[in-house]
């Protein structure tokens, strides 16, 4: 009959002579097996690692065990944990590979065998190499994300935007408008009464193109004041229509 205590006490001490600091007893309730019974910690870093200080070794991660009543012929409870750096995913496909190797090593003392398997795994995933392909994907992500930036479009920032554009939309027409218009003497300005008037408009139809034009007197219209006196000059053209309808009434009296 097998003493299935006395071979899980002897791997016990030969686990705590080959890994020395690396294995401790552990209370069941910090394990997170469903167990009361004795529960391990064992910790794995990669197996080319180099580094002389713990603090310095980029991943890590916890093998935690407990001999269940018939170990060796019936597999141990494990449980996996990340220590530094180690992703979820990749602590449940360790946990799965373990398991499955427990099965295939069922009848004889396996837990160095597990410790030794998920040594090689962490080497190969979270290795020297690997670690720089995973850095440089992280760099990568990070110049891919693009980083909203700006600042809310309030009514000051608005008008104050509208400010500079029409600014410098004015300073564009300066630099396409000709030389000899920007240096020219400013035009004598006439409101639009003052132009019928002066029977500047009975004229106009006639006028003689031969005529010198450099004795004429430039007249540049402001358009605001021709529209302010279209009332004034339809009431002094009325009134003068009348005055006119008066004389020939009364000379033909």
Avoid at 51 to 80: C, G, R
Avoid at 81 to 105: C, F, H, P, T, Y
Avoid at 109 to 114: D, G, I, N, Q, S
Avoid at 185 to 210: C, D, L, M
Wanted: proline content about 4%.
């Amino acid at each position: 009959m097998t003493d299935y205590g006395q071979e899980q006490e002897m791997e016990i001490e030969a686990l705590e002579a080959i890994l020395m600091d690396e294995f401790k007893e552990i209370h069941s309730s910090e394990s997170g097996l469903n167990t009361s019974n004795r529960c391990f910690h064992i910790t794995i870093s990669p197996q080319d690692d180099d580094a002389e200080d713990s603090t310095d070794i980029p991943v890590q991660l916890a093998l935690i065990f407990s001999h269940t009543e018939k170990y060796p012929d019936e597999p141990p409870l494990l449980s996996v944990k990340s220590i530094r750096g180690i992703q979820v995913g990749d602590l449940k496909v360790l946990k799965e590979k373990l398991e499955e190797e427990a099965s295939e090593n069922l009848g004889m003392a396996m837990v160095y065998t597990l410790v030794t398997s998920a040594k090689e795994w962490l080497s190969e995933k979270y290795g020297q190499d690997a670690s720089n392909e995973t850095i440089e994907d992280e760099e990568a992500a990070k110049d891919e994300v693009i980083v909203p930036h700006g600042e809310p479009v309030t009514i000051d920032t608005f008008l104050a935007w509208r400010e500079r554009f029409e600014a410098e939309l004015a300073l564009e027409r300066a630099k396409l408008m000709p030389e000899s218009v920007l240096t020219a003497p400013k035009e004598k300005k006439i409101s639009g009464r003052q132009w019928f008037e002066s029977g500047r408009a009975k004229g106009a139809a006639t006028v003689n193109e031969e005529s010198d034009e450099e004795d004429e007197e430039e007249i540049d219209f402001d358009d605001d004041d021709f529209e302010d006196d279209e009332e004034d000059m339809l009431e002094h053209y009325l009134a003068e229509k009348s005055d006119s309808s008066t004389h020939s009434s009364r000379r033909a009296n």
